[in-house]
């Protein structure tokens, strides 16, 4: 009875056996597949990853372009505003004095200067060397008796305080800027008196002036 019952029990434990081993391997399949999930999942976040971070540059570098563009097109705008905006240098000075709508600034001394365009930069002072375009009138008729256009266009430099120019000029372009245009209206005591400067300006004539500094240093 003993020996039956034990070939009973091996045969139960190696009926036993086979359905241990394949839900053994079910296990380790489930577990392949788990882990190919996560393999899976890891090489699809690369990817997505890949995929933003190129996205990402290549639109960083269209914004870049486009920005480029705009600012070359921004540039060459500006270049072709500042070439439209030079005036070209008259081959001669106008006959009579252009009309100026702004009241004068009066000086004490009768000097009267009207800032017709204003320049930039640093304003001229005693001692500056001022280069300048200049175009002047008789007051009395209007009639212009001397202009640097006339002469070529070639600026007239002076150095302001050294007693080089009449006393109207040293006077009335303190202040005045480079790429500035002033009107001067000045009174025969600062300008040639009583004598004048024959034969173009009587004795005792008032000049009008209108001088643009081209550079100040």
Partial sequence: MTQTAKGESNLAQKRGRPGQRQQERSMRHIRRLRRQRIIISIFSVILLGTALGV?????????????????????????????????????????TPPPVTAA???????????????????????GSAVSVQYTGWLQSNGKKFD???????????????????????EEGLVG????????????????YGAAGSPPAIP??????????AVSIQ
Avoid: C, E, M
């Fill in 147 to 169: 202009s640097s256009y006339d002469h070529g266009g070639q600026p007239f430099s002076v150095t302001l305080g050294q007693g080089q120019v009449i006393p109207g000029w």
């Fill in 104 to 126: 004068p600034v009066k000086l004490p001394d009768g000097l009267q200067y009207i800032d017709i365009k204003t320049g930039t930069g640093p304003a001229a002072q005693t």
């Fill in 55 to 95: 996205g990402f540059w290549q639109y960083q570098s269209y914004t870049s372009a486009q920005a480029a563009a705009a600012t070359k097109l921004q540039n060459q705008h500006a270049t072709a505003t500042a070439f439209a905006s030079i005036t070209p240098t008259p081959s001669a000075g106008p006959a």
């Fill in 176 to 191: 005045i800027q480079a790429g500035g245009t002033r009107r001067l209206i000045i009174p025969a005591a600062l300008g």
């Fill in 203 to 212: 004795a005792n004539a008032v000049l009008i002036f209108d001088v643009t």
